[in-house]
């Protein structure tokens, strides 16, 4: 099966973050030079060994103020680099190290930088609140033409109907679901760099303010300015590296209309990838022993529960019930950074890559996962989605 | 009755329409002269059977609520909530899924499988946007 597995010819060997906070009084820009450098001492490299550059989001359209935190033309001037390959991950990216590990397997590039800089945390207290969705633009194009216009003005009242029907279909409560923020909280408490740390409680949770029903306050991610930095490298490269971590399998398959309104089945999201995903690797669910699945919202986390099969179609709410199953030293320990929901919205799994990479290195402090060998990372769910297994 | 506040639609060649059709509170999709398929949102391709030539259609019947959500945040100034935001499907009109507005009942009475009548209520831009109608039992 190898042979056919092209990410197993490559690996991640750095991750680096900048400063993190709910505001920050420096820019996107130097935030990503922070974090770009210390990804490139992570992975034992130095500047001049990078050869591929790639950011998310590229030429796509940012639709809320401090979404995109540095240009890539600029980053590349400033390290002076010179490119083999390079991206600007549009939408529809699946995972942060989609891209660059299709480009060192198939020798386009050795090492590639991929970075995310957010300043969403300065731009919401700019804006005296978080923003709607498209408020910086006259009108609303494409597929946000059919909602901000009815007043589904943020992605909450798009991820919001799923959450409904999914808890309508298999009969499952906020009370179970609430333990996904409740732990990630735990486990952000041991985090130095997580933005919330303070104990959450169920009672805390239940008594929230509804944002967009059934999603309350506690339910969407935190916005925040900073920066995360991927090395990717090629597997061969290994000798070179300090800690690299193997891509045992990726995927990101979309088979259901591709729009957050229109997808068929609201109550089932993200099977296709993990179908394809499983086909790619002989590990089963039982041989993950950490998960940093994407949590926008606590609904995703759920998705992806489900999808991977950690537990089965509308079971999630049982699996989380009481929270030891998703705890530090659970069956599944969930987020273990405080995921989205405490640590802070970085945005497109590259939080949850980073986490995972200090996981099976051992390098996660306080909130270290005994013996972890195997990760599993997701990104977003039903349109966009993207799912791989790290391991040591 | 006020008109809503938010953020219009840019309209395109696919899109004008439905929204000149909504200013006329009327529902309008696209049909395929093809293979009679109805599809939405409007994209001058049928999703059946990929055929070009399409063509509007109005629908008429009662829908049911697929999904919904009660809105509380204040995104924009003067926005007035709580408002529902219902995901509309039709019984004859089989994959068409149409996003709007609830009235006619109180926000938080909204439930999956609730019928609704068509209809339209001002909205930014001068637009009028789907506005849909709690039906009589």
């Known amino acids: 099966m190898s042979s056919a597995v092209a990410e197993r010819r490559a690996v991640i060997s750095g991750v680096g973050q900048s400063a993190i906070g709910r505001q920050l009084d420096r820019s996107g820009f130097q935030l990503t030079l922070d974090a770009v450098l210390a990804a490139i001492a992570d992975a034992g490299l130095t500047v001049d060994d990078v050869d591929g550059l790639a950011m998310f989001p590229g030429g796509g359209k940012a639709n809320v103020p401090g979404y995109s935190g540095a240009n890539l033309y600029e980053v590349q001037d400033a390290l002076r680099i010179a490119t083999t390959w390079k991206q600007g991950q549009v939408e529809g990216m699946s995972l942060p190290f989609y891209g660059p590990a299709q480009a060192v397997a198939t020798g386009e590039a050795r090492h590639v930088v991929v970075y995310r800089t957010v300043k969403e945390g300065s731009a919401a207290r700019n804006a005296g609140g978080r923003p709607a969705y498209g408020a910086i633009h006259p009108d609303a194009e494409g597929p946000l033409a059919w909602l901000l216009p009815v007043g589904a003005l943020s992605p909450v009242c798009q991820v919001a109907p799923y959450a409904t029907r999914y808890m309508h279909e298999y009969g499952v409560t906020r009370e179970q679901l609430g333990w996904i923020p409740v732990v990630q909280r735990a486990h952000a408490a041991g985090n130095p760099d997580a933005v919330y740390r303070d104990e959450l409680t169920i009672d805390d949770y239940l008594a929230a303010r509804m944002i967009s029903s059934p999603i309350c306050l506690f339910d969407c991610d935190v916005p925040v300015d900073g920066s995360t930095a991927i090395v990717v490298s090629a597997a061969d490269t290994a000798p070179d590296l ?19 309104e229109q997808w ?54 049982a ?74 | 009755m006020d008109a809503t506040v938010g953020i219009p639609p840019a309209v395109t060649e696919e899109t004008a329409a439905f929204w000149s059709a909504a200013r006329e509170g009327r529902l309008v999709v696209e049909r395929c002269t093809a293979c009679g398929a109805e599809s939405f949102p409007p994209r001058g391709m049928c999703r059946s059977c990929r055929a070009r030539a399409m063509a509007p259609s109005e629908i008429t019947g009662r829908g049911r609520i697929y999904s919904y959500t009660v809105n509380y945040q204040r995104w924009l100034p003067d926005l007035e909530v709580p408002y529902a935001i219902v995901l509309v499907e039709f019984p004859d009109h089989p994959g068409v899924r149409v996003v709007g507005r609830l009235r006619g009942c109180d926000p938080e009475a909204a439930t999956i499988g609730m019928e609704v009548e068509v209809g339209f209520e001002p909205g930014p831009g001068g637009y009028a946007i789907p506005s849909f109608v709690a039906a009589e039992a």
């Not at chain 1, 030891?324 to 949850?352: E, V």
């Not at chain 1, 986490?355 to 599993?376: I, K, N, P, S, Y």
């Not at chain 1, 990104?379 to 297994?389: I, K, P, S, T």
């Open chain 1, 264 to 317: 068929e089945d609201m109550g089932r999201v993200g099977y296709a990838t993990a179908v394809a995903m499983w086909n790619r690797t002989d590990l089963r669910p039982g041989d993950v022993d950490v998960a940093q699945l994407y949590d926008g919202f606590t609904i995703e986390a759920v998705w992806w529960l489900e999808a991977l099969g950690f537990c089965g179609t509308g079971e999630a709410g």
């Open chain 1, 319 to 392: 699996f989380v019930d009481g929270g030891t199953r998703i705890a530090l030293d659970g069956q599944l320990p969930l987020n273990t950074w405080g995921g989205q929901l405490s640590g802070g919205r970085l945005h497109a799994a590259f939080g949850h890559t980073a986490e995972a990479v200090r996981q099976l290195r051992g390098e996660a402090g306080a909130r270290q996962v005994r013996d972890a060998e195997v990760a599993v990372v997701s990104n977003v769910g039903g349109f966009e989605a993207g799912a791989a297994l790290l391991t040591r």
């Open chain 1, 242 to 260: 300090r800690a690299p971590v193997r891509i045992e399998a990726m995927a990101g398959v979309v088979d259901g209309r591709p729009s957050w």
